[in-house]
């Protein structure tokens, strides 16, 4: 294939455009139409005197010096490679115009003369119709009968070929009387033009092959021709708009065409007509002195502004703004430019991400250790803090480190966002505080949603602080007239460019070195759009072809043309990869290690970006890729994706989408399970989508179903997530996809509370997984099965079932799964009260979490661990871990780990008798249960503050919260901590029958089945409660059932309540033994141990009463 291995081929014979060619390439292009006025070829080159050169009306000694000397010096290098100029014949697609000219009335000609007679007009016409159509830059493609088949732009293009093709008809017209009387005999002409893609190709057999260009755009040339009467030309509308300045045609309507479905305009050309003067258009001056005004303010006060830069593709909006950037660095601005590009960008090339990466003074080719460096200089200059460094990471694209990496993973995807932008911002503040700041971002038109989002905060952040941020967009669909709310406090200046004047365009045109004509019919030609007037300026014998402009791809095609086989296939191979494409992989995709991009760079057709090249103009880019045949593009972009395979799975997957690869909707399954990995869920979905679109197979369609109900699981939007989960099912063909269906059901199912439905579904897929031996998904549905008994209240299953799916998950080497396992055997132990086997379980759970960076489940279970560690009777230690619990979800910003967190602390906190403390986490659990909008943990937070009422003697206070308290748990249900309410309410209340009462249905709260810590709370303030109101047989019993409830696995906690309460009943009724004495001892000795320090006071009290102070 071509494109794998770029050859040079070279081409015969000499023309008097070719002659044209070394004349430009000497700089004196304006004697191109002499020389071709007087029949100079290649061969007569080296034939040329200087007497020769003068009477040919070179009149500047110097240039007949020049060429003399070029003459004499490259005989039969360089002329001849000016006259047989190497031309690719690759398969490609090209712009070209199509001139079909038929002899009129050749069938009654054929008729009438002898074929010898008739040989000697065919070849007479041949003459004279192929010499016009060589002298303007045609290829002769074929005769057919007395037709003529010509081609203008392939092989070879010259940027104007529509021009030359209807200059070429006009001449042939022309020439039919001369002929006619040259050859004794009438003869005219009838001509058709027709300008489009076609596919040009070296076609045939091993017997014979020729260079011919195919597509509906010959078709309709030749149906052209038909329809045209005799001296007429018929030519398409393709070729009449972009000329309508230059030729002169009339309108013949539309004409109903063999093979095209609906009638086609025709136009008559009848000649040319000299152009009309280009009206005045808005130029740049207004735009740059405007500009200047904002640099100076920006400057002066402080205060910056966003620019939003406008136009059409072409119009010059990148060079505008390079001239902005001059400006500003003449001011003393520090300027950063980052792209949003369509199509191509890959990981470190985000927008975003790009200007964050200028703001820490690297760029995206350096490597991981210089971004580290870069990132703890900009704290130590104090352009962030030491806090940002987790946000940091994700906004340049370093990889998080160990430390940070489960603490990212286990945020919401809102905080990660909110933390992000909040870095952005300051870090653009603080750095415009060093010195201002000009920030710019290429084509937002192409931005996604989250990327505007952030354009819209970087919008905000700019309004206050001494930064300028320029966004350029397209007219149609500009994303901030639709998406600009919150920007519209940031104050923002519009630059809506139209096409330059011709006064502008000669400014731009002076920095060219190209004659005064040319500059002249450049300017007119490129009717103000800076990009045309560029590319015409650049090269004026090279042309391109796309679904852009068709002036534009002519222009790019003719570039293309003039540049080394090999160059060419550089470029045509790195088009595949978008704007931005890196050295290796042209060189991977090319199987060639020798790629040199600099000839491209110099021809201003690419320009570096840190480590890699972009193309300097988007339609360039695109006008090259659209010259691909589809057979090559398929193949391009299926190596593009092996590149990418190991690197990015997202463009691997597009570029498999691109080539047509039945592998492509796999390749998006996996783009969007790494992508779901990075709690990127929107884009994920995405991804998703576009692979379902592709999916032709049973099996990747169930794979991404159950893809995507797994993220919309992860998002909570449970209903959707049940939909893909039942569309997966139905369209599984095999026993464990139906399991993995039956799986998604059952967790989404347990959400809804649809219990039963949820256990149905895993008996399904559990029956299926046993047959199947599938481990990891054994494990998985037995985990559930345990989270669907702790609402039941089975602890005994629930432990049983995580039991099972902790086993399971080790065999299956599972991790997370092990450490999910974990997490739901704690819960277990501890709605069974066994406290310190629920300690051993969160702990080993949190273990293996910080191993594998597990955040979220980590998050979740860190509070219950620290519960349990007050339960086990380590009060200090408990505070620890809860602190640390707490730090842990306000980082990731776990609401309701946060919650169960400060509850930890408060408890901890109660016994240590630190009552301000106290007050603080049980003000941030309320606030926390509220945010949360549960309340049940708004409940708990209240009975909180009643108990710290009753401490400090505000007993109307206490029973107020303990009321509303009460009330919601009467709401929410009394199981989870209406007992322990009622115990709270049993002490803080001096009525004697309240108590009574109170105590009374706790009791037969914890009959009925109450939570587990509702024994031990419940219990402890009830033994109080009889205590001081010296009801010693009531407290004995309670003291004993609380003994006989932890008996299965007793712990420190209830050990000392039980020994103390026994302690102080009998010391209440009089009991002197020393051996109480000794026990009150031990006690206080063991309050100290344990940190129950609320409990001294009342032992203190004993050992007074004993005689021992």
């Excluded at 009654?108 to 004279?128: H, I, K, N, T």
């Excluded at 093709?165 to 002409?189: E, F, G, H, K, Y």
């Excluded at 503040?429 to 819209?456: F, G, K, M, N």
């Excluded at 579904?761 to 997984?769: E, P």
Aim: net charge negative; proline share 3%; charged share 25%.
């Amino acid at each position: 294939m071509y494109f794998l291995s770029a050859q040079r081929e070279t081409g015969s014979g000499g023309d008097a455009m070719d002659i044209e060619l070394w004349l430009r390439e000497l700089g004196l292009e304006q004697y191109m139409q002499v020389f071709a006025d007087n029949d100079i070829d290649g061969a007569m080159l080296r034939e040329l005197s200087d007497a020769d050169l003068k009477e040919l009306g070179v009149r500047s000694l110097g240039h007949r010096k020049r060429l003399l000397t070029a003459i004499a010096e490259k005989p039969s290098s360089t002329v001849q490679a000016a006259v047989d100029q190497p031309v690719a014949r690759a398969d490609e697609r090209r712009q070209v115009a199509v001139l079909f000219a038929d002899i009129c009335g050749y069938t009654d000609l054929s008729r009438a003369l002898d074929p010898e007679e008739l040989l000697v007009v065919l070849g007479g016409y041949f003459e004279q119709v192929d010499d016009i159509v060589v002298r303007h830059g045609g290829h002769i493609d074929k005769h057919v009968g007395d037709c003529v088949m010509a081609v203008f732009g392939a092989p070879r293009s010259y940027g104007n070929d529509r021009e030359r093709a209807a200059r070429a008809a006009l001449a042939i017209i022309d020439a039919m009387p001369n002929l006619s009387r040259t050859l004794v005999r009438p003869l005219s002409s009838h001509i058709g033009i027709a300008v489009g893609q076609v596919v040009a190709s070296d076609t045939g057999s091993a017997a014979h092959r020729e260079y011919t260009v195919t597509g509906e755009t010959v078709n309709l040339a030749s149906r052209l021709t038909d329809a045209a009467g005799p001296g007429e030309i018929l030519v398409s509308e393709t070729l009449w708009r972009p000329l309508a300045d230059r030729i002169a045609c009339e309108a013949r309507g539309a004409l109903a065409v063999k093979g095209f479905a609906e009638p086609v305009p025709v136009w008559r050309l009848t000649g040319l007509r000299r152009p009309s003067a280009s009206r005045p258009l808005f130029g740049r001056r207004d735009e740059l002195r405007h500009f200047r005004a904002i640099l100076e303010s920006c400057r002066e006060t402080r205060r910056g502004r966003v620019v939003r830069l406008r136009g059409e593709p072409g119009i010059g909006k990148t060079r505008l703004v390079e001239e902005f950037q001059r400006e500003a660095n003449g001011l003393g601005f520090v300027c950063h430019t980052a792209f949003v590009l369509d199509f191509g960008s890959r990981a470190g090339r985000d927008a975003i991400r790009s200007l964050m990466r200028g703001l820490l003074a690297f760029d995206d080719a350096s490597h991981e250790e210089a971004a580290k460096s870069a990132m703890t200089r900009a704290i130590a200059d104090g352009l962030a803090d030491a806090g940002d460094a987790l946000f940091l990471n994700d906004l340049i694209e370093v990889p998080q480190p160990p430390e940070h990496r489960a603490v990212y993973e286990a945020m919401n995807n809102a905080m990660r966002v909110r933390g992000r932008q909040d870095v952005m911002a300051r870090l653009v503040q603080r750095a415009s505080r060093v010195q201002p700041r000009l920030l710019v971002v290429e084509d937002i038109h192409w931005a996604d949603p989250s990327t505007l989002q952030d354009l819209v905060e970087l919008s905000l952040a700019a309004a206050d602080c001494a930064a300028v941020l320029i966004l350029t967009t397209r007219p149609q669909g500009d994303p901030l007239d639709s998406s600009s709310g919150a920007a519209a406090n940031a104050p923002c200046s519009l630059f809506d460019l139209g096409p330059l004047n011709d006064g502008d365009s000669r400014l731009m045109a002076e920095s060219f070195s190209c004659a005064t004509e040319v500059v002249a019919r450049c300017i007119k030609r490129a009717a103000g759009n800076p990009l045309f007037l560029e590319q015409l300026l650049s090269s004026t014998d090279k042309t391109a072809e796309t679904g852009v402009p068709g002036s534009v791809q002519s222009l790019v095609q003719a570039r293309l043309d003039g540049l080394d086989p090999v160059d060419k296939t550089v470029l045509r191979a790195a088009s595949v990869f978008g704007q931005f494409f890196e050295p290796q992989a042209i060189s991977h995709i090319l199987e060639r290690t020798d790629v040199t991009f600099e000839p491209m760079v110099t021809a201003r057709l690419l320009r570096r970006q840190g480590s890699g090249l972009v193309f300097h103009h988007a339609l360039i880019r695109d006008a090259i890729y659209d010259g691909l045949l589809k057979s090559q593009r398929r193949e391009l972009h299926r190596r593009a994706a092996q590149w990418f395979a190991q690197r990015d799975t997202v463009l691997r997957a597009e570029h498999l989408d691109r080539a047509g690869d039945r592998d492509a909707a796999r390749a998006y399954c996996d783009a969007a399970r790494s992508q779901a990995a990075s709690y990127r869920h929107e884009f994920a979905l995405q991804l998703v989508e576009r692979g379902l679109a592709l999916a032709d197979t049973c099996a990747d369609r169930v794979a991404l179903e159950l893809l995507r109900g797994n993220i919309l699981h992860d998002i909570g939007a449970m209903t959707s997530a049940l939909g893909a989960f039942e569309t997966a099912l139905a369209a599984a063909t095999t026993d464990a996809e139906r399991c993995h269906a039956w799986i998604g059901r059952a967790t989404v199912k347990r959400v809804i509370d649809d219990l039963d439905g949820a256990w149905t579904d895993l008996d399904c897929a559990a029956a299926v997984a046993a047959a199947e031996r599938l481990s990891r998904e054994q494990a998985r549905i037995h985990f559930l099965r345990g989270n669907l008994c702790f609402p039941r209240g089975d602890s005994d299953s629930c432990v049983r079932e995580h039991e099972r799916s902790l086993a399971l998950a080790r065999e299956a080497c599972d991790y997370e799964q092990e450490a999910a396992a974990l997490g739901g055997l704690g819960d277990g132990e501890y709605m069974r009260g066994r406290m310190i086997s629920a300690h051993d379980a969160f702990s080993l759970c949190i273990e293996l979490c910080q191993r594998h960076g597990f955040g979220r489940i980590e998050v979740a279970n860190l509070p219950m661990r620290a519960i349990t560690t007050w339960f086990a009777g380590k009060a200090s230690t408990g505070l620890d871990a809860a602190l640390a619990s707490v730090a842990a979800a306000e980082k990731v910003g776990h609401l309701r780990a946060l919650a169960v967190s400060h509850h930890a602390a408060w408890h901890c906190l109660h016994d240590l008798a630190q009552w301000d403390r106290a007050w603080e986490h049980a003000g941030s659990a309320l606030n926390c249960a509220r945010e949360l909008k549960s309340r049940r943990f708004e409940g708990e937070a209240l009975a909180f503050r009643a108990e710290l009422h009753r401490v400090a003697g505000r007993r109307r206070e206490a029973l107020d919260d303990i009321a509303q308290a009460l009330a919601i748990s009467r709401e929410t249900g009394m199981a989870y901590l209406g007992a322990s309410y009622l115990g709270t309410l049993a002490r803080a209340t001096d009525d004697v029958a309240i108590v009574k009462q109170a105590i009374e249905e706790g009791e037969a709260l914890l009959a009925a089945g109450a939570v587990s810590h509702n024994h031990y709370l419940f219990r402890r303030d009830a033994i109080e409660a009889c205590l001081e109101r010296g009801w010693w047989d009531a407290a004995a019993a309670h003291a004993a059932a609380l003994e006989a409830y932890a008996r299965r696995e007793p712990s420190p906690f209830s050990a000392f309540v039980v020994a103390r309460a026994r302690a102080l009943l009998a010391c209440g009724q009089g009991n002197q033994v020393a051996a109480l004495l000794d026990e009150l001892l031990r006690l206080k000795k063991e309050a100290r141990r344990l940190g129950a320090l609320h409990s001294l006071p009342a032992i203190d009290d004993a050992l007074s009463h004993c005689g021992f102070r």
